[in-house]
């Protein structure tokens, strides 16, 4: 048994609440959202091994689907199912984690150090970046060369992005993170914080970007919208890899040259990949992270959560959107 100490919203939530995506519990019409959460266990059965009363613990989301032939469910890896039929808590299928207690399997429990605890609700939204830089060191082992003084331009200055950031900047590759906020924003001066360049949309459109910093060799997209992440591909160098990890709302038609971006990728051996939600060893490898970078820029980290508010006041942080990552409180 978890008690819920803080839930972070985000744009899903958002979404959710608004009625563009999302499914409650089977037979239910309503579903507790929360997917961003940190918690403190306080009760555990006799066959719990790893876990004990007072341990933080980050709570993972994804949960796999029952078919038996998902290899990648049946490996503990649901972030890569097969077949679609996996439940998410607070998404899809299953209720989150906006509650005081929760029951939930130890497997599915990492622990989190007591020095993180108050920048512990951040590990869920980081473990999409910490995922993807593994995918990342990955590819970049085809390399016949050892890849140094990378490049990277991250598209959107929002949680994810930021967090996006800090990992690239922490791995030594020079960071551009280009967002819709003026160059005097408390997102630039958080960015410019930790070592990374900000570039405001509203001084240098999206088609100019390639020609003020040049070409990089790695984009990690946090936006959403296609006509963006499509727009930067021409930054790409040869090489490069292209991560997505927004999920467009839809509806609207865009005009891309898709020809082009066929034939760079071809042409140039660039490679583009999305990361999606995580397993438990993305979710380790976001606290290894977020210890990292409570080490090289702790003002940053914490600069980050901008709103913690109590659980009456979820509501309005779903309506009105603002700073850059809101938490709901609901036990210290």
Known sequence: MVRIREVGVCGTDREISEGHHGMPTAG?????????????????????????????????????????????????RQDFCITG????????????????????????????????????????????????AVDLDTILRRYPWEPVGLRALVLGGGPIGLLAGMTLVARNITTFVYSLQPANSDRAELTRSIGAEYISARDTPLA??????????????????????????SSLAPNGVFILSGVPAGGKSIEIDLDGIMRDIVLKNQVLFGTVNASRSAFEAAIQKLEQFMGLFPAAVRGLITHRVKLEEAPDLLRHPNGIKQ??????
């Open 28 to 76: 239910s019409e309503q579903l507790v959202l929360g997917h961003e959460a940190l918690g403190e266990v306080v009760e555990v059965g006799p066959r719990v091994r790893t876990l004990a009363p007072g341990d933080l613990v980050a709570l993972t989301v994804r949960r796999p689907c029952d078919v038996k032939e998902c290899v990648a469910c049946r490996a503990g």
């Open 85 to 132: 039929k996996f439940t998410e808590r607070g998404i899809h299928g299953a209720d989150g984690f906006l509650t005081e207690l929760v029951v939930e399997h130890e497997r599915y429990l990492v622990r989190v150090p007591r020095v993180l605890a108050d920048v512990g609700v951040l590990v869920e939204p980081l473990t999409i970046a910490a995922k993807a």
């Open 208 to 233: 100019e970007i390639s020609s003020r910093i040049g070409t990089v060799d790695v984009i990690f997209e946090a936006v959403g919208p296609a006509k963006v992440a499509f727009g930067a591909m």
């Open 327 to 332: 938490v709901v409180v609901l036990a210290t």
